[in-house]
């Protein structure tokens, strides 16, 4: 039997990885929410690892309010870094694998290409400051780890951008969006069938990897491809980030390099379009 504990299972990424679990007796996915398992607890996260013999961790647990960690630093460091120092060195004790989510936040978005998993971190916000200081905890600790960078993630499951703009489009008879920040929109469900099929297949080429769809896009895009394939009548106006101050700056550029994931993998993530498109199946629009 593989047992898979899944941090983080309010979230969408964690509902995603909860749709396609295979359906194989060999392989137990105990999911936990933070009520379940707080991972800023050193004491609660050894105890679960007493309780049952893990193999593999899957961490979707994240603070992720990128302008409120602004002034809610100390929440941010303990959920990005103490939690995951925690379960680093609880997979480490127990002879575990880890597989973490971070961010395009780890860089400053000055870039004029994508970004590689050579390229220097630097993060401009608290958010991405945090997500940066966690993946190094692992890399100091433990051998036997996946960190996957991803970006602007969203699903048919709770809050992210896409179903921010089915809302606002209800509420609305225009929308104004920034057009000047540019990145690639992910879809969770694609990363949680690699992420699957990293445990399925035992894999063990461990270490840093930048996973997200093909293709780049600004918000805009984002949001005009959102209403054309959902069908939805809405005007939408672009506008520069400095017309929409926040709490947080945000990279201009966050486009993420995909190559190394398709050479050690043999795949290749989907045009991001064609996901939403996926995406939008799944929600039965």
Known sequence: ????????????????IKKYVPKNK???FLFHDSESLDITSKSHVDQIFLEQEINWVINCAAYTNVDKAETDIEV??????????????????SNSKLIHISTDFVFNGAHNKAYTEEDQPDPINIYGKTKLHGEREIVSILD????LRTSWLYSEFGR????????????KDELQIVDNQIGTPTYAGD?????????????NSYGLYNYSNEGVASWYDFAKSIFEIGEVKIDVHPIPSDSFPTAARRPVFSVLDNAKIKRVFNMRPPYWRDSLMTCFESKNI
């Open 76 to 93: 941010a460091e303990k959920v990005n870094i103490t939690g995951v120092q925690n379960l680093a060195q609880a997979c480490k004790k």
């Open 26 to 28: 060999n392989f137990e």
């Open 144 to 147: 036997a780890y996946f960190i």
């Open 1 to 16: 039997m593989t047992t898979i504990l899944v941090t983080g299972a309010g979230g969408q990424l964690a509902h995603c």
């Open 160 to 171: 992210n951008f896409l179903n921010t703009m089915l809302r606002l489009a209800k509420e």
């Open 191 to 203: 990363l949680a069938q690699f992420i699957i099929g990293l445990i399925l297949t035992e894999s």
